[in-house]
Protein backbone atom coordinates (compact mmCIF):
# COMPACT_ATOMS: atom_id res chain seq x y z
CA UNK A 1 0.00 0.00 0.00
CA UNK A 2 1.48 3.62 -1.00
CA UNK A 3 1.52 6.22 1.65
CA UNK A 4 0.82 8.94 -0.41
CA UNK A 5 -1.06 8.96 -3.75
CA UNK A 6 -1.73 12.76 -4.13
CA UNK A 7 -1.55 13.82 -8.02
CA UNK A 8 1.66 15.61 -8.35
CA UNK A 9 1.54 19.61 -8.51
CA UNK A 10 4.40 22.69 -8.67
CA UNK A 11 4.36 25.37 -6.19
CA UNK A 12 6.53 27.54 -4.05
CA UNK A 13 7.54 24.38 -2.50
CA UNK A 14 7.14 22.02 -4.95
CA UNK A 15 8.56 20.74 -8.61
CA UNK A 16 6.48 17.98 -11.01
CA UNK A 17 8.65 17.42 -14.37
CA UNK A 18 7.52 14.71 -16.61
CA UNK A 19 9.96 12.70 -17.82
CA UNK A 20 7.73 11.29 -20.73
CA UNK A 21 8.83 10.89 -24.22
CA UNK A 22 11.54 8.48 -25.47
CA UNK A 23 12.80 5.86 -23.00
CA UNK A 24 15.50 3.09 -23.62
CA UNK A 25 13.55 -0.11 -24.05
CA UNK A 26 14.55 -3.81 -24.18
CA UNK A 27 13.74 -7.32 -24.08
CA UNK A 28 14.77 -9.76 -21.58
CA UNK A 29 13.48 -13.43 -22.28
CA UNK A 30 16.72 -14.33 -20.92
CA UNK A 31 15.86 -12.99 -17.39
CA UNK A 32 19.30 -11.72 -17.56
CA UNK A 33 19.34 -7.85 -17.34
CA UNK A 34 20.48 -7.66 -13.54
CA UNK A 35 23.08 -10.04 -14.89
CA UNK A 36 24.18 -8.12 -17.55
CA UNK A 37 24.53 -4.98 -15.95
CA UNK A 38 20.96 -3.24 -17.37
CA UNK A 39 20.59 -1.03 -13.69
CA UNK A 40 22.71 1.26 -15.29
CA UNK A 41 21.28 1.07 -18.60
CA UNK A 42 21.85 -1.34 -21.89
CA UNK A 43 23.07 -1.17 -25.34
CA UNK A 44 20.96 -1.44 -28.61
CA UNK A 45 18.31 -0.19 -27.23
CA UNK A 46 14.66 0.35 -28.82
CA UNK A 47 13.65 3.74 -28.40
CA UNK A 48 10.38 3.63 -27.15
CA UNK A 49 7.63 6.20 -26.11
CA UNK A 50 6.51 6.94 -22.64
CA UNK A 51 3.43 6.71 -21.76
CA UNK A 52 2.43 3.90 -24.30
CA UNK A 53 2.22 0.22 -24.18
CA UNK A 54 5.04 -1.15 -25.97
CA UNK A 55 2.81 -3.94 -28.24
CA UNK A 56 1.48 -2.35 -31.25
CA UNK A 57 4.27 -0.30 -32.17
CA UNK A 58 6.04 -3.70 -33.71
CA UNK A 59 5.67 -5.18 -37.19
CA UNK A 60 6.76 -8.90 -35.81
CA UNK A 61 4.49 -10.67 -34.06
CA UNK A 62 7.21 -12.26 -31.24
CA UNK A 63 7.24 -8.87 -30.56
CA UNK A 64 3.97 -7.89 -30.11
CA UNK A 65 2.74 -10.93 -27.89
CA UNK A 66 6.52 -10.44 -25.87
CA UNK A 67 5.23 -11.95 -22.41
CA UNK A 68 8.25 -12.25 -19.78
CA UNK A 69 10.75 -9.60 -18.51
CA UNK A 70 11.42 -6.35 -20.52
CA UNK A 71 13.40 -3.09 -19.42
CA UNK A 72 13.11 0.73 -19.88
CA UNK A 73 16.12 2.68 -19.32
CA UNK A 74 16.17 7.12 -19.10
CA UNK A 75 19.00 9.26 -18.16
CA UNK A 76 17.56 12.49 -16.14
CA UNK A 77 19.26 15.57 -14.78
CA UNK A 78 18.88 16.43 -10.80
CA UNK A 79 19.22 20.29 -10.56
CA UNK A 80 21.89 21.05 -7.31
CA UNK A 81 18.48 23.65 -6.43
CA UNK A 82 16.10 20.38 -5.20
CA UNK A 83 19.19 19.93 -2.65
CA UNK A 84 17.83 19.41 0.35
CA UNK A 85 13.94 18.11 -0.85
CA UNK A 86 12.66 14.45 -0.69
CA UNK A 87 13.52 13.34 -4.43
CA UNK A 88 11.29 10.97 -6.01
CA UNK A 89 10.08 9.45 -9.75
CA UNK A 90 6.31 8.53 -9.52
CA UNK A 91 5.60 5.99 -12.04
CA UNK A 92 1.07 6.42 -12.99
CA UNK A 93 1.62 2.92 -14.35
CA UNK A 94 4.16 0.32 -15.04
CA UNK A 95 1.79 -2.50 -16.42
CA UNK A 96 1.91 -4.92 -14.64
CA UNK A 97 5.14 -5.41 -12.13
CA UNK A 98 8.49 -3.16 -11.92
CA UNK A 99 11.57 -2.78 -10.22
CA UNK A 100 13.44 0.59 -9.93
CA UNK A 101 16.76 1.22 -10.15
CA UNK A 102 18.35 4.30 -9.94
CA UNK A 103 22.14 4.89 -10.94
CA UNK A 104 22.69 1.45 -10.41
CA UNK A 105 20.47 1.16 -7.20
CA UNK A 106 17.91 -0.58 -6.39
CA UNK A 107 15.40 1.46 -4.94
CA UNK A 108 11.65 -0.62 -5.21
CA UNK A 109 9.51 -3.06 -6.80
CA UNK A 110 5.66 -2.80 -7.55
CA UNK A 111 3.10 -5.12 -7.69
CA UNK A 112 0.33 -3.77 -9.56
CA UNK A 113 0.12 -2.41 -13.64
CA UNK A 114 -3.00 0.24 -13.45
CA UNK A 115 -2.13 2.72 -10.33
CA UNK A 116 0.72 5.02 -9.53
CA UNK A 117 3.75 3.96 -7.14
CA UNK A 118 6.61 6.50 -5.68
CA UNK A 119 10.42 5.63 -5.59
CA UNK A 120 12.64 7.99 -3.14
CA UNK A 121 15.54 8.44 -4.85
CA UNK A 122 17.10 10.96 -2.56
CA UNK A 123 19.86 8.80 -1.44
CA UNK A 124 20.71 7.53 -4.85
CA UNK A 125 21.00 10.56 -7.06
CA UNK A 126 24.04 13.02 -7.69
CA UNK A 127 22.91 16.14 -7.54
CA UNK A 128 23.27 18.92 -10.49
CA UNK A 129 24.93 15.96 -12.95
CA UNK A 130 22.87 13.23 -15.36
CA UNK A 131 21.40 10.50 -13.25
CA UNK A 132 20.05 6.88 -15.23
CA UNK A 133 16.93 5.32 -13.94
CA UNK A 134 16.64 1.56 -15.17
CA UNK A 135 13.17 -0.38 -14.75
CA UNK A 136 12.83 -4.20 -14.86
CA UNK A 137 9.24 -4.92 -15.82
CA UNK A 138 7.63 -7.89 -16.59
CA UNK A 139 4.10 -8.42 -18.14
CA UNK A 140 3.44 -11.94 -17.21
CA UNK A 141 -0.46 -13.31 -16.58
CA UNK A 142 -1.07 -15.52 -13.20
CA UNK A 143 -3.96 -16.44 -11.17
CA UNK A 144 -3.00 -15.31 -8.14
CA UNK A 145 -2.37 -11.37 -9.66
CA UNK A 146 -4.36 -9.06 -11.11
CA UNK A 147 -6.02 -9.22 -13.68
CA UNK A 148 -6.05 -13.39 -13.26
CA UNK A 149 -4.82 -15.53 -16.09
CA UNK A 150 -2.12 -17.71 -16.80
CA UNK A 151 1.39 -17.69 -18.72
CA UNK A 152 1.84 -20.60 -21.41
CA UNK A 153 5.36 -21.26 -22.46
CA UNK A 154 4.81 -22.76 -25.79
CA UNK A 155 7.24 -25.61 -27.61
CA UNK A 156 9.47 -23.18 -28.95
CA UNK A 157 10.10 -21.74 -25.78
CA UNK A 158 8.79 -18.30 -25.57
CA UNK A 159 6.15 -17.68 -23.35
CA UNK A 160 2.09 -16.82 -24.05
CA UNK A 161 -0.14 -15.00 -22.34
CA UNK A 162 -3.28 -16.31 -21.29
CA UNK A 163 -5.94 -13.76 -20.43
CA UNK A 164 -8.83 -15.06 -18.16
CA UNK A 165 -10.19 -11.63 -19.01
CA UNK A 166 -11.36 -9.82 -22.79
CA UNK A 167 -8.97 -7.12 -23.51
CA UNK A 168 -5.66 -7.33 -25.08
CA UNK A 169 -2.93 -7.64 -22.05
CA UNK A 170 -0.94 -4.30 -23.54
CA UNK A 171 1.92 -3.63 -21.49
CA UNK A 172 4.67 -1.27 -20.51
CA UNK A 173 4.66 2.53 -18.87
CA UNK A 174 1.17 3.20 -19.58
CA UNK A 175 0.87 6.41 -17.64
CA UNK A 176 3.38 9.20 -17.17
CA UNK A 177 6.79 9.34 -15.11
CA UNK A 178 6.79 11.91 -12.98
CA UNK A 179 10.28 13.50 -11.30
CA UNK A 180 9.36 15.40 -8.21
CA UNK A 181 10.80 17.32 -5.44
CA UNK A 182 9.16 17.99 -2.71
CA UNK A 183 9.85 19.34 0.94
CA UNK A 184 11.36 16.64 3.28
CA UNK A 185 8.62 17.09 6.01
CA UNK A 186 5.28 17.63 3.65
CA UNK A 187 2.02 17.18 3.45
CA UNK A 188 1.36 13.11 1.63
CA UNK A 189 -2.49 12.72 2.09
CA UNK A 190 -6.17 14.27 2.51
CA UNK A 191 -9.58 13.32 2.39
CA UNK A 192 -12.95 15.08 2.39
CA UNK A 193 -16.26 14.74 3.11
CA UNK A 194 -19.21 16.82 2.64
CA UNK A 195 -22.87 17.65 4.28
CA UNK A 196 -24.71 19.70 2.12
CA UNK A 197 -28.27 21.94 1.61
CA UNK A 198 -29.50 24.55 -0.86
CA UNK A 199 -28.46 27.22 1.70
CA UNK A 200 -25.07 26.01 3.01
CA UNK A 201 -22.03 23.53 2.93
CA UNK A 202 -19.75 21.57 5.12
CA UNK A 203 -16.34 20.04 4.09
CA UNK A 204 -15.21 17.88 6.80
CA UNK A 205 -11.06 17.62 6.52
CA UNK A 206 -8.48 16.10 7.59
CA UNK A 207 -4.99 16.04 6.58
CA UNK A 208 -2.09 13.88 6.80
CA UNK A 209 1.97 15.06 7.16
CA UNK A 210 4.97 13.83 7.76
CA UNK A 211 5.36 16.18 10.97
CA UNK A 212 2.72 16.69 13.87
CA UNK A 213 2.67 20.63 12.13
CA UNK A 214 -0.02 23.49 12.11
CA UNK A 215 -2.08 23.42 9.28
CA UNK A 216 -3.76 26.57 7.21
CA UNK A 217 -6.55 25.46 4.96
CA UNK A 218 -8.58 27.80 2.68
CA UNK A 219 -11.37 27.14 0.19
CA UNK A 220 -11.64 29.40 -2.76
CA UNK A 221 -14.80 29.51 -5.32
CA UNK A 222 -14.01 29.48 -9.21
CA UNK A 223 -13.32 33.21 -9.32
CA UNK A 224 -10.29 32.52 -6.50
CA UNK A 225 -12.40 34.53 -3.85
CA UNK A 226 -11.76 32.45 -0.17
CA UNK A 227 -15.49 31.53 0.80
CA UNK A 228 -13.91 29.81 4.02
CA UNK A 229 -10.97 29.26 6.61
CA UNK A 230 -9.88 27.00 9.11
CA UNK A 231 -7.07 25.65 11.17
CA UNK A 232 -5.69 22.19 12.31
CA UNK A 233 -5.35 18.96 10.46
CA UNK A 234 -8.77 18.25 10.91
CA UNK A 235 -11.68 20.42 10.75
CA UNK A 236 -14.36 21.71 8.87
CA UNK A 237 -15.26 24.67 5.93
CA UNK A 238 -18.53 25.50 6.23
CA UNK A 239 -19.75 27.65 3.15
CA UNK A 240 -22.89 29.66 2.99
CA UNK A 241 -25.12 29.41 -0.33
CA UNK A 242 -22.65 26.99 -1.88
CA UNK A 243 -22.98 26.14 -5.92
CA UNK A 244 -23.21 22.30 -5.69
CA UNK A 245 -21.07 20.09 -7.82
CA UNK A 246 -24.17 18.18 -9.77
CA UNK A 247 -24.18 15.40 -12.18
CA UNK A 248 -23.70 17.65 -15.41
CA UNK A 249 -23.23 20.89 -13.91
CA UNK A 250 -19.94 20.57 -12.40
CA UNK A 251 -18.82 23.33 -9.93
CA UNK A 252 -15.31 22.95 -8.62
CA UNK A 253 -13.44 24.90 -5.60
CA UNK A 254 -10.03 25.01 -5.02
CA UNK A 255 -9.04 23.54 -1.38
CA UNK A 256 -5.78 24.93 -0.14
CA UNK A 257 -3.18 23.53 2.79
CA UNK A 258 -0.51 24.85 4.31
CA UNK A 259 1.93 22.89 6.30
CA UNK A 260 2.82 25.43 8.98
CA UNK A 261 6.62 24.93 10.90
CA UNK A 262 8.07 27.16 13.34
CA UNK A 263 5.45 29.79 12.24
CA UNK A 264 6.52 29.48 8.42
CA UNK A 265 5.06 27.79 5.86
CA UNK A 266 7.08 24.58 4.70
CA UNK A 267 4.44 22.64 2.31
CA UNK A 268 1.50 23.69 0.24
CA UNK A 269 -1.15 21.20 -1.61
CA UNK A 270 -3.90 22.56 -3.41
CA UNK A 271 -6.72 20.61 -4.78
CA UNK A 272 -10.07 20.83 -7.01
CA UNK A 273 -12.85 19.37 -4.81
CA UNK A 274 -16.73 19.31 -5.89
CA UNK A 275 -19.46 19.86 -3.18
CA UNK A 276 -21.89 16.70 -3.12
CA UNK A 277 -22.99 14.11 -1.35
CA UNK A 278 -23.41 10.27 -2.62
CA UNK A 279 -26.46 8.04 -0.83
CA UNK A 280 -28.10 5.18 -1.90
CA UNK A 281 -31.47 5.34 -0.40
CA UNK A 282 -34.01 1.96 -1.05
CA UNK A 283 -33.68 1.55 -4.62
CA UNK A 284 -32.62 5.08 -5.39
CA UNK A 285 -29.08 6.30 -5.97
CA UNK A 286 -29.09 10.05 -5.00
CA UNK A 287 -26.38 13.24 -5.56
CA UNK A 288 -27.14 15.94 -3.20
CA UNK A 289 -30.45 14.04 -2.24
CA UNK A 290 -31.75 14.17 -5.48
CA UNK A 291 -32.25 10.60 -7.44
CA UNK A 292 -30.23 10.09 -10.42
CA UNK A 293 -30.62 7.47 -13.09
CA UNK A 294 -27.17 6.56 -14.43
CA UNK A 295 -26.81 6.20 -18.76
CA UNK A 296 -23.17 6.01 -19.80
CA UNK A 297 -20.74 3.23 -20.36
CA UNK A 298 -18.55 0.64 -19.40
CA UNK A 299 -15.33 1.69 -21.37
CA UNK A 300 -11.33 0.58 -21.39
CA UNK A 301 -8.23 2.68 -21.61
CA UNK A 302 -7.75 1.37 -25.24
CA UNK A 303 -6.81 2.95 -28.82
CA UNK A 304 -4.72 2.21 -31.54
CA UNK A 305 -1.06 2.99 -31.69
CA UNK A 306 -0.29 3.16 -28.30
CA UNK A 307 -2.77 0.47 -26.57
CA UNK A 308 -3.56 1.11 -22.97
CA UNK A 309 -1.84 4.27 -22.19
CA UNK A 310 -3.41 7.15 -21.53
CA UNK A 311 -4.41 9.65 -24.65
CA UNK A 312 -5.32 13.23 -23.48
CA UNK A 313 -6.45 13.37 -27.41
CA UNK A 314 -8.47 10.35 -26.97
CA UNK A 315 -9.90 11.25 -23.71
CA UNK A 316 -11.35 14.61 -24.98
CA UNK A 317 -13.25 12.96 -27.85
CA UNK A 318 -14.64 10.27 -25.77
CA UNK A 319 -16.04 13.31 -22.89
CA UNK A 320 -17.32 14.83 -26.41
CA UNK A 321 -18.40 11.90 -27.51
CA UNK A 322 -20.55 11.08 -23.97
CA UNK A 323 -21.62 14.89 -23.91
CA UNK A 324 -23.42 14.43 -27.36
CA UNK A 325 -24.87 11.32 -26.80
CA UNK A 326 -26.26 12.15 -23.51
CA UNK A 327 -24.30 9.82 -20.88
CA UNK A 328 -24.11 11.10 -17.47
CA UNK A 329 -21.75 8.47 -16.23
CA UNK A 330 -19.13 5.27 -16.43
CA UNK A 331 -17.24 2.31 -14.96
CA UNK A 332 -13.59 2.30 -15.26
CA UNK A 333 -14.06 -0.98 -16.64
CA UNK A 334 -11.89 -3.34 -15.55
CA UNK A 335 -9.27 -1.17 -13.93
CA UNK A 336 -8.75 2.72 -12.18
CA UNK A 337 -7.94 4.88 -15.63
CA UNK A 338 -5.22 7.40 -15.52
CA UNK A 339 -5.93 10.15 -12.66
CA UNK A 340 -6.28 13.11 -15.68
CA UNK A 341 -10.09 10.83 -16.83
CA UNK A 342 -11.22 11.54 -13.12
CA UNK A 343 -10.05 15.27 -13.54
CA UNK A 344 -12.54 15.36 -16.25
CA UNK A 345 -15.12 14.13 -15.17
CA UNK A 346 -14.63 16.12 -11.99
CA UNK A 347 -15.04 19.19 -14.39
CA UNK A 348 -17.38 17.53 -16.89
CA UNK A 349 -20.09 16.67 -13.77
CA UNK A 350 -19.60 12.87 -14.92
CA UNK A 351 -20.28 10.09 -12.62
CA UNK A 352 -17.66 6.92 -12.30
CA UNK A 353 -17.66 3.44 -11.22
CA UNK A 354 -14.74 3.03 -10.15
CA UNK A 355 -13.22 -0.54 -10.42
CA UNK A 356 -10.28 -2.39 -9.47
CA UNK A 357 -8.35 -4.43 -11.89
CA UNK A 358 -9.78 -7.97 -9.92
CA UNK A 359 -11.11 -9.11 -13.87
CA UNK A 360 -10.79 -13.20 -14.68
CA UNK A 361 -11.74 -14.49 -11.22
CA UNK A 362 -13.80 -16.84 -13.02
CA UNK A 363 -12.27 -19.94 -14.80
CA UNK A 364 -15.39 -20.42 -16.58
CA UNK A 365 -14.24 -17.54 -18.53
CA UNK A 366 -10.83 -19.02 -18.60
CA UNK A 367 -12.71 -22.15 -20.05
CA UNK A 368 -14.11 -20.00 -22.78
CA UNK A 369 -10.47 -18.50 -22.85
CA UNK A 370 -8.90 -21.75 -22.30
CA UNK A 371 -8.62 -22.49 -18.91
CA UNK A 372 -10.07 -25.17 -16.49
CA UNK A 373 -13.41 -24.81 -15.51
CA UNK A 374 -13.52 -25.09 -11.51
CA UNK A 375 -14.41 -22.49 -8.95
CA UNK A 376 -12.15 -20.16 -9.26
CA UNK A 377 -12.39 -19.34 -5.50
CA UNK A 378 -11.27 -22.95 -5.12
CA UNK A 379 -7.81 -22.58 -6.44
CA UNK A 380 -5.18 -22.93 -4.21
CA UNK A 381 -3.40 -19.32 -5.55
CA UNK A 382 -6.64 -17.21 -3.14
CA UNK A 383 -4.73 -16.25 -0.46
CA UNK A 384 -1.70 -14.87 -2.27
CA UNK A 385 -4.30 -13.18 -4.54
CA UNK A 386 -6.29 -11.55 -1.67
CA UNK A 387 -3.38 -9.80 -0.60
CA UNK A 388 -2.88 -8.19 -4.17
CA UNK A 389 -6.40 -7.33 -4.39
CA UNK A 390 -7.31 -5.69 -1.16
CA UNK A 391 -3.63 -3.62 -1.54
CA UNK A 392 -5.26 -2.54 -5.02
CA UNK A 393 -8.72 -1.63 -3.52
CA UNK A 394 -6.41 0.49 -0.64
CA UNK A 395 -4.38 2.20 -3.16
CA UNK A 396 -7.74 2.87 -5.86
CA UNK A 397 -9.51 4.08 -3.23
CA UNK A 398 -6.55 6.24 -1.51
CA UNK A 399 -5.90 7.58 -4.71
CA UNK A 400 -9.61 8.42 -6.20
CA UNK A 401 -10.94 9.24 -2.74
CA UNK A 402 -11.80 13.09 -3.59
CA UNK A 403 -12.40 12.85 -6.76
CA UNK A 404 -16.33 14.04 -6.98
CA UNK A 405 -16.93 12.32 -9.58
CA UNK A 406 -16.71 9.23 -7.92
CA UNK A 407 -20.11 7.68 -7.20
CA UNK A 408 -18.90 4.33 -6.20
CA UNK A 409 -16.11 1.58 -6.02
CA UNK A 410 -16.11 -2.22 -8.11
CA UNK A 411 -14.26 -4.68 -6.18
CA UNK A 412 -14.45 -7.07 -8.90
CA UNK A 413 -15.80 -7.85 -12.47
CA UNK A 414 -17.97 -10.56 -12.89
CA UNK A 415 -16.29 -12.87 -10.54
CA UNK A 416 -17.26 -16.92 -9.95
CA UNK A 417 -20.28 -16.23 -7.04
CA UNK A 418 -21.85 -18.96 -7.82
CA UNK A 419 -20.22 -21.71 -5.29
CA UNK A 420 -20.20 -21.45 -1.55
CA UNK A 421 -16.13 -21.25 -1.67
CA UNK A 422 -16.62 -17.17 -2.81
CA UNK A 423 -18.25 -16.07 0.52
CA UNK A 424 -15.31 -16.03 2.50
CA UNK A 425 -13.39 -14.21 0.02
CA UNK A 426 -16.05 -11.72 -0.78
CA UNK A 427 -16.72 -11.46 3.33
CA UNK A 428 -13.08 -10.44 3.77
CA UNK A 429 -13.02 -8.05 0.57
CA UNK A 430 -16.18 -6.02 2.18
CA UNK A 431 -14.75 -6.00 5.90
CA UNK A 432 -11.35 -5.09 5.09
CA UNK A 433 -12.68 -2.48 2.49
CA UNK A 434 -15.53 -0.63 4.87
CA UNK A 435 -13.57 1.72 5.95
CA UNK A 436 -11.41 3.00 3.70
CA UNK A 437 -13.38 5.65 2.13
CA UNK A 438 -14.04 8.55 4.56
CA UNK A 439 -16.82 9.56 2.42
CA UNK A 440 -18.14 5.60 2.44
CA UNK A 441 -19.71 5.78 -0.99
CA UNK A 442 -21.32 2.30 -1.97
CA UNK A 443 -18.96 -0.90 -2.96
CA UNK A 444 -20.43 -3.40 -5.33
CA UNK A 445 -18.87 -5.34 -8.12
CA UNK A 446 -20.58 -6.94 -11.47
CA UNK A 447 -22.97 -10.15 -11.49
CA UNK A 448 -22.01 -12.19 -14.38
CA UNK A 449 -24.59 -14.05 -16.75
CA UNK A 450 -24.45 -17.09 -14.83
CA UNK A 451 -24.49 -14.80 -11.33
CA UNK A 452 -27.97 -14.50 -11.57
CA UNK A 453 -30.56 -13.96 -8.25
CA UNK A 454 -30.90 -17.13 -7.98
CA UNK A 455 -27.53 -18.65 -8.60
CA UNK A 456 -25.40 -16.05 -6.37
CA UNK A 457 -24.25 -17.06 -3.22
CA UNK A 458 -22.95 -13.32 -2.55
CA UNK A 459 -26.17 -10.69 -3.05
CA UNK A 460 -25.51 -10.19 0.46
CA UNK A 461 -22.54 -8.09 0.01
CA UNK A 462 -23.11 -5.02 -2.75
CA UNK A 463 -24.73 -1.87 -1.63
CA UNK A 464 -26.23 -1.81 -5.17
CA UNK A 465 -26.12 -4.27 -8.01
CA UNK A 466 -24.31 -3.82 -11.52
CA UNK A 467 -25.63 -7.00 -13.67
CA UNK A 468 -23.84 -7.64 -16.93
CA UNK A 469 -26.64 -9.36 -19.26
CA UNK A 470 -25.58 -10.89 -22.81
CA UNK A 471 -29.53 -12.32 -23.65
CA UNK A 472 -29.47 -11.44 -27.48
CA UNK A 473 -25.28 -12.39 -27.90
CA UNK A 474 -24.48 -15.13 -25.66
CA UNK A 475 -27.64 -17.11 -25.07
CA UNK A 476 -30.86 -16.76 -27.17
CA UNK A 477 -29.73 -14.64 -29.97
CA UNK A 478 -30.74 -13.72 -32.93
CA UNK A 479 -34.39 -14.81 -33.61
CA UNK A 480 -35.01 -16.42 -30.41
CA UNK A 481 -34.09 -12.91 -29.06
CA UNK A 482 -37.65 -12.71 -27.61
CA UNK A 483 -36.62 -15.66 -25.21
CA UNK A 484 -33.78 -13.55 -24.29
CA UNK A 485 -35.94 -10.77 -22.92
CA UNK A 486 -38.73 -13.31 -21.51
CA UNK A 487 -35.35 -14.49 -19.39
CA UNK A 488 -34.38 -11.36 -18.90
CA UNK A 489 -37.75 -10.42 -17.35
CA UNK A 490 -37.66 -13.35 -14.87
CA UNK A 491 -34.74 -12.54 -13.24
CA UNK A 492 -35.84 -8.84 -13.13
CA UNK A 493 -39.37 -10.47 -11.74
CA UNK A 494 -37.53 -12.53 -8.92
CA UNK A 495 -35.57 -9.41 -8.04
CA UNK A 496 -38.96 -7.39 -7.83
CA UNK A 497 -40.48 -10.11 -5.72
CA UNK A 498 -37.40 -10.41 -3.21
CA UNK A 499 -37.32 -8.41 0.18
CA UNK A 500 -33.90 -7.11 -1.86
CA UNK A 501 -34.78 -3.01 -2.42
CA UNK A 502 -31.41 -1.90 -3.56
CA UNK A 503 -30.91 -0.34 -6.84
CA UNK A 504 -29.95 -2.34 -10.41
CA UNK A 505 -27.66 -0.34 -12.68
CA UNK A 506 -26.78 -2.88 -15.73
CA UNK A 507 -23.47 -2.07 -16.37
CA UNK A 508 -22.77 -4.36 -19.69
CA UNK A 509 -25.26 -5.53 -22.17
CA UNK A 510 -24.59 -5.56 -25.90
CA UNK A 511 -23.30 -6.98 -29.41
CA UNK A 512 -20.73 -7.11 -31.17
CA UNK A 513 -21.61 -5.27 -34.58
CA UNK A 514 -19.53 -4.38 -37.86
CA UNK A 515 -19.59 -0.96 -38.28
CA UNK A 516 -21.31 -0.85 -41.97
CA UNK A 517 -23.01 -4.20 -42.03
CA UNK A 518 -26.92 -3.60 -42.42
CA UNK A 519 -29.20 -6.23 -43.35
CA UNK A 520 -33.38 -5.98 -43.57
CA UNK A 521 -34.30 -7.66 -41.36
CA UNK A 522 -31.91 -7.89 -39.30
CA UNK A 523 -29.01 -10.06 -38.66
CA UNK A 524 -26.49 -10.84 -35.50
CA UNK A 525 -23.15 -8.37 -36.33
CA UNK A 526 -25.47 -5.89 -38.23
CA UNK A 527 -26.02 -2.53 -37.02
CA UNK A 528 -29.55 -2.91 -37.29
CA UNK A 529 -29.18 -5.67 -34.88
CA UNK A 530 -27.16 -3.81 -32.36
CA UNK A 531 -30.54 -1.07 -31.94
CA UNK A 532 -32.81 -4.18 -31.65
CA UNK A 533 -31.06 -5.62 -29.24
CA UNK A 534 -30.31 -1.92 -27.03
CA UNK A 535 -34.32 -1.75 -27.85
CA UNK A 536 -34.94 -4.79 -26.25
CA UNK A 537 -33.21 -3.91 -23.02
CA UNK A 538 -34.43 -0.29 -23.01
CA UNK A 539 -38.29 -1.78 -23.14
CA UNK A 540 -36.99 -4.04 -20.03
CA UNK A 541 -35.33 -1.04 -17.66
CA UNK A 542 -38.54 1.04 -18.49
CA UNK A 543 -40.59 -2.08 -16.99
CA UNK A 544 -38.60 -1.85 -13.57
CA UNK A 545 -38.62 0.92 -11.59
CA UNK A 546 -35.45 -0.66 -9.36
CA UNK A 547 -33.42 -0.58 -12.43
CA UNK A 548 -31.32 2.76 -12.07
CA UNK A 549 -28.93 3.06 -14.91
CA UNK A 550 -28.29 1.88 -18.40
CA UNK A 551 -24.67 1.27 -19.21
CA UNK A 552 -24.51 -0.73 -22.50
CA UNK A 553 -20.92 -2.75 -23.07
CA UNK A 554 -18.65 -0.95 -24.45
CA UNK A 555 -18.81 2.52 -25.42
CA UNK A 556 -16.05 1.66 -28.24
CA UNK A 557 -14.20 -0.90 -30.29
CA UNK A 558 -11.16 -2.26 -28.36
CA UNK A 559 -8.73 -4.58 -28.52
CA UNK A 560 -8.38 -8.47 -27.16
CA UNK A 561 -6.38 -11.67 -27.77
CA UNK A 562 -6.84 -12.98 -31.26
CA UNK A 563 -9.62 -15.44 -31.45
CA UNK A 564 -12.39 -17.10 -33.45
CA UNK A 565 -15.16 -15.15 -31.46
CA UNK A 566 -12.96 -11.93 -32.52
CA UNK A 567 -13.04 -10.08 -35.24
CA UNK A 568 -9.88 -8.19 -34.66
CA UNK A 569 -10.99 -7.38 -30.67
CA UNK A 570 -14.30 -6.67 -29.55
CA UNK A 571 -16.90 -5.06 -31.80
CA UNK A 572 -19.58 -4.03 -28.97
CA UNK A 573 -18.62 -0.84 -29.19
CA UNK A 574 -21.42 2.17 -29.58
CA UNK A 575 -18.81 3.60 -31.53
CA UNK A 576 -15.89 2.44 -33.57
CA UNK A 577 -12.21 2.17 -32.49
CA UNK A 578 -11.12 5.18 -34.39
CA UNK A 579 -14.26 7.08 -32.28
CA UNK A 580 -16.86 7.14 -35.19
CA UNK A 581 -20.18 6.58 -34.24
CA UNK A 582 -22.32 3.35 -35.27
CA UNK A 583 -26.08 3.67 -36.19
CA UNK A 584 -26.49 2.34 -32.40
CA UNK A 585 -25.51 5.99 -31.53
CA UNK A 586 -27.81 7.87 -32.62
CA UNK A 587 -30.61 5.02 -31.22
CA UNK A 588 -28.91 6.04 -27.87
CA UNK A 589 -28.55 9.90 -28.02
CA UNK A 590 -32.35 10.04 -29.08
CA UNK A 591 -33.84 7.94 -25.90
CA UNK A 592 -31.02 9.32 -23.29
CA UNK A 593 -31.09 13.08 -24.56
CA UNK A 594 -34.93 12.73 -23.81
CA UNK A 595 -34.58 10.95 -20.75
CA UNK A 596 -34.87 13.90 -17.19
CA UNK A 597 -31.95 13.21 -14.74
CA UNK A 598 -34.13 11.56 -12.29
CA UNK A 599 -35.68 9.54 -14.95
C1 LIG B 1 -20.57 -12.64 -20.72
C2 LIG B 1 -19.36 -11.81 -20.40
C3 LIG B 1 -19.26 -10.60 -21.28
C4 LIG B 1 -17.94 -9.91 -21.08
N1 LIG B 1 -17.91 -9.19 -19.80
C5 LIG B 1 -16.60 -8.61 -19.45
C6 LIG B 1 -16.05 -7.76 -20.61
O1 LIG B 1 -14.72 -7.41 -20.34
C7 LIG B 1 -16.12 -8.52 -21.95
O2 LIG B 1 -15.61 -7.72 -22.99
C8 LIG B 1 -17.57 -8.94 -22.20
C9 LIG B 1 -17.70 -9.57 -23.60
O3 LIG B 1 -17.39 -10.77 -23.75
O4 LIG B 1 -18.08 -8.83 -24.52
Not at 216 to 222: F, G, M, N, Y
Not at 387 to 392: A, G, N, R, V
Amino acid sequence: MEKGLLYPVTNKFREDQKLDGLWDFKFDPAEQGEAKGWTTGFDDPIKMPVPASFNDFFTDKDSREYTGDFWYAKKFFVPTYMDGKAIQLRFGAATHRATVYVNGKEIRSHEGGFLPFTADISDAVKLGKENIVALKMNNELHRDALPAGDTATLKNGKKMAKPFFDFYNYSGLNRSVHLLAVPKENIYDYSTTYEVSDDQATVHYSVEATKDADVKVSLADEDGNVVATSEGKSGDLVVKNPTLWQVRDAYLYTIKFELIDGGKAVDEYSDEIGLRTIEIKGHEILVNHKSVYLRGFGRHEDSIYAGRAFDLNVERRDMNLMDWIGANSFRSSHYPYDEQVYKFADREGILITDEVPAVGFKMAAASFLGGLDQSFFDGDWIDELYKKHIDQVRDMIKRDKNHPSVLAWSLCNEPDTSTDSAVPYFTKLFNDSKDLDPEKRPRTFTLNEDDTFEKSKCLQFPDFYLLNRYPGWYHKWGYEISDGEAGLRAELDEWKNSDIDKPIVFSEYGADTEPGLHKLPSIMWSEEYQIELLDMFDRVFDSYDFVRGEQPWNLADFQTVEGNMRVNGNKKGIFTRDRQPKAAAFFLKKRWTSLPLDY
